[in-house]
């Protein structure tokens, strides 16, 4: 007997002492089915601050697309994922499109599917990398570095990609997309969503990270979702994390309809299916949203870490079992 198998067997003789545990075993049960016998790593702080910190530096001018600093950003994407063993999405990290308005690439990496049939289904986890470039001088700074927005989800992506690696245990196709153009009108995402419809691919939900890199004040989970009601995506979250409350509705989001404008939208339309986005900006816990002082300096690594741990239990499901639904308004 494996050392899960008797803490499962001990936690039996626990609960059978008391019928009001036996939910709580039930939990135990499937957390130990799914999730915790495969020892989950756990997101590291120091890489996340290493990543945010690479990417929100002035020598990246902002990240501005189709400028060189945004280049930059993108090889170390490419090579981060490359280091990880995440695999080139279809022959090619880089995904490049073409608008009226910019030239840009996506930088774009998978894990394929284990389970015969599974595999056909496939799970975007996502974040904009790119962020507005430079603007009007304060104080002799012109740099808007972008490390809130979005810096931070991108180094969450990355974390999460790191932790998937490491489990090296997902039936559903994973596709980790790192988007360009988003400030300039979601322009990488929805090139992906829309090649991905042309290629057949059957996308079963898709999961983005956005500005993730500050605490909530006085909310009982740690990231809230957009569009919290257009699917049973939150639930699932809470659900499969046994040991917080993951997610929320931000009255907020709904009110200028988050929902709509970031990465997971795009998904959204193109395949009718759960595409939502994490985030803890709140309205209130941060004064530099696209203004030179979004510097690494305000923002909080072992948050993004604890949203990404908070997070995982959640993404193991949707990766693994759970397919989830949208809700009729
Ligand atoms: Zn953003």
Redesign the pocket.
């Known amino acids: 007997m494996n050392k899960f198998l008797s803490l499962f067997a001990a936690l039996i003789l626990v609960a059978c002492s008391s019928t009001k545990q036996v939910a709580t075993v039930d939990r135990a049960a499937n957390a130990l089915s799914s999730n915790m016998e495969l020892k989950i790593p756990v997101a590291s702080a120091t890489s996340i601050a290493t990543d945010v910190a690479f990417l929100a530096s002035d020598d990246l001018e902002g990240r501005d697309t189709g400028s060189d600093g945004i280049l930059k950003a993108a090889s170390y994407l490419r090579e981060r994922l490359e280091n990880l063993g995440v695999k080139p999405y279809e022959g090619s990290y880089l995904d490049p499109f073409e608008t009226e308005k910019v030239n840009g690439f996506n930088v774009v990496g998978m894990l394929p599917g284990s389970d015969g049939i599974l595999k056909d289904e496939v799970i975007v986890i996502g974040a904009?990398y790119d962020h507005i470039g430079l603007i009007d001088a304060v104080e002799g700074d012109s740099i808007a570095n972008g490390a809130n927005?979005?810096a931070t989800g991108t180094a969450s992506v990355l974390a999460i990609a790191e932790i998937l690696t490491k489990l090296d245990f997902n039936r559903r196709t994973v596709v980790f997309a790192f988007f360009s153009a988003?400030e300039k009108g979601l322009l990488g995402s929805k090139h992906l969503a829309a090649k991905m419809k042309a290629e057949n691919k059957n996308v079963v939900a898709m999961i983005n990270y956005?500005?993730t890199g500050v605490p909530m004040v006085d909310t009982p989970y740690i990231a809230y979702l957009t569009g919290y009601d257009t699917s049973n995506m939150g639930e699932v979250f809470n659900n499969a994390n046994i040991k917080r409350i993951v997610t929320g509705k931000l009255e907020q989001a709904a009110q200028y309809q988050l929902y709509k404008r970031?990465d997971n939208y795009p998904f959204a339309l193109e395949f009718n299916v759960p595409a939502q986005t994490f985030s803890t900006f709140d309205f209130t816990n941060f004064d530099h949203y696209h203004k030179v002082g979004d510097e690494i300096q305000h923002v909080n690594a072992n948050h993004m870490a604890a949203v990404v741990d908070a997070t995982i239990p959640g993404l193991l499901d949707i990766i693994n079992k759970s397919l989830l639904k949208m809700k009729t308004p």
Request: glycine fraction near 0%; avoid cysteine; aromatic fraction near 0%.
């Open positions: 904009h927005d979005n988003e956005e500005m970031s």
